[in-house]
């Protein structure tokens, strides 16, 4: 029984990476994202734009972002990336896990190039980061609540240190988020 | 801006309507759950696999399928169309599922397979699923240790392929985060099945089963809450049967309204909890394209608490709700939920995914968050299922768990109840600690301990080769050889697989095979001494020449595919 026991906890107390199955992604944290993305940047979407392709069977969306700044990469003040997905009409093609941006919308991504050589959002919805405004005080907060326990767990901060700089409820402000990719980014460094 | 981008842009612009339970897939231009206008699907399955895969991931889809199709509460059907040669995605009035996906579309980087859905006002018209041929993870047909399980995937995908969106508890199927380097996922569990049958209902699965609808409102004021799920407990055993999200506030100008429908009769526990993570909003894109949430702390519902707030953290102490045949419970409930702090479970044994551990078996926990207080409790729901060695710091507990022999199988929740900023509060991971009985979890192991060791097992599929409902003797060599599992028959799906499938020549050389064999397989298989002859030629023609070649070029190839 003891053996037992034993190998029933060797094969279950093993820790296995996740597989993200929003469609079918490897899971991104968000050091992974940083490290893996080409390009992160802060931006506005400012259009979609869906068509179905020549023959008809697929549907893909252009959407387009006024960038404000680069946290890595740089593609100009405009960027435009194509995804599978959108709606033509009364026709409407859906990707499970494929991220949706609202116009206007301010969001963080974290973009990679595809086969075709296009750019598209790393890790589908988990490469990008809604930027949300505080009710209060107008500030803006990126929702990344791994980012505050981070800060607790592994830079031993006390609480009341760590919610200094994020808000109850899991939220960096814009500009920590962005400190906090860096720091990821200069761990890379020779 | 054209007339299609404006339309688009209204369309993410519209936020879903009432949330149904568990949570389907929206088209968000209508703001309706997509779903199929009847659950008999016909699939079809692409020719080319995975070059370097050992196995054959077409038995492990079709048993992904077959998983679904056995559901008896659920009216679904799927019929195995066969096999098609055209790999590309898209609309073209078939519901497919390919391995070599290229032809027309671009995976998103870190993408292993996806599930394309076409649909109009509402209704699913086609969906197709596609393995990207060059995976990010590793895949193989048998969970092996740092491989991607294909049939798991495929389950998954193809709740995706019927409307299903995901689940917010760590053990369903639709959850988002999928294992590596096990089967688990091979099961529906209740909320799985409880989802694709409230989608799909059988007929009497309304009348036998009944449901709750409790409400949510954040704070004193009631600011509304969405975004957060309400998850029914077992009231005796704590097993965790069902979730659904709270809607969309805003919209609606109502309370989060998760519906809870499709529960066998019987009394629940209910509690609410915040999608913070593992799981957030993000994960339900369709349900809150783009949109902030809240954030409650986690609260068993009490129907006494009107427009209060319950202050119930321990299911000890949470009410019954009674769900009876039938009955769909409305207006019974309507809670206040204190916003939460920064207590929150975020990691469980540095990972995102459940634990699962053996009846009669004891493991270690390890659960990683933020403000966990030193005098708080730690718990998993229902009995049987004892904590000792509890350590607790502001960041981390560890514990050992013990669970009886006699404990009840299945999902639980583990929850972690403290005070923070003067408020009792608790932080849930719903489905994160699952009891499993010996016999279920033989099976899975079984199959990764082979695979660990460095050999593919066969697949252990119930649609085995060819199969699918619509199986026939249709092919000479089956009809000669007689056995689908006999050197001969290994050798000649080998020979396919390996040699004619990689090349367009061969693929045409084989869709002609199959466009012309059925009329002699008959012929051959109406005499014996046909047979017979035809087997003799077989065996010296074919296959000793052919297993000469492949035992010098390829002898680790697997010999298990499907013809």
Known sequence: ?190 | MSKTGIALLLGLLAGPGTVSAYTFIYDNGTRNPAGRTTGAVTFTLTFRRPAALIGDPFAAARSAFATWDALTTANITFTDGGQVADDSVGRDGVNKLTFNSTTNINFPQGAVALTTIFFTGGNIIEADIAFNPNPPQSLSVTGASGTADIESIALHEIGHFMGLDHSGLLSACMYPFGNIGNTFKRTLTLDDQIAMSVRYPAVNFSATTGGVVPELSLGDSGIPGRGAQAVALGATDGIVVASALGDDEIQDGVDAIPRLEGLPPGSYKLYFEAMDGPVDTNSFDTNFPGKPFSLPVTRFFDPAAILADSGINDPAQAPNFVVQAGVISTNVVDNHVPTRSTLNITTLNGSVLPVYVLQGASTNLTLTGASFSTSGTLLITGSGVTLSNTTITTTQITTTATVASGATAGPRTILFIGQVNNIQQSSALSGGFVVQAPAALATTTTVAAQSGSGGEAAPTTSSSDGGGKNQSNCCVATVLLGDRTSPGMMTLYAFRNDWLRPSEAGFSVEKTYYGHVSPMARKLASSQALKALGRHILLQAAVQPLQTVQSSASPSQDLAANF
């Open chain 1, 1 to 190: 029984m003891r053996i037992f026991c034993a190998l029933s906890l060797a094969l279950l107390g093993v820790v296995t990476p996740p597989l993200a199955v929003a469609s079918s992604l490897i899971y991104y944290s968000l050091e992974k994202l940083a490290k893996d993305s080409e390009v992160i940047l802060v931006g506005r979407c400012t259009g979609c734009q869906a068509s179905w392709n020549e023959g008809r069977t697929l549907i893909t969306t252009e959407i387009t972002f006024q960038v404000s700044r680069y946290v890595k990469g740089f593609l100009g003040p405009q960027v435009t990336i194509r995804q599978l997905g959108g709606r033509v009409g009364n026709d409407a093609m859906s990707v499970s896990g494929m991220p949706e941006f609202q116009p206007s919308g301010e969001v963080v991504l974290f973009l990679g190039r595809d086969q075709s050589g296009g750019y598209q959002v790393v890790g589908m919805t988990q490469g990008r980061y809604q930027v949300l405004s505080d009710p209060d005080t107008g500030e803006k907060l990126v929702r990344a609540p791994e980012i505050a326990e981070e800060e607790l767990v592994h830079t031993g901060k006390t609480r009341s240190a760590s919610e200094s700089a994020a808000v109850p409820g899991g939220h960096l402000t814009l500009d920590g988020f962005c400190a906090r990719i860096q720091k990821y980014l200069e761990q890379e460094k020779p």
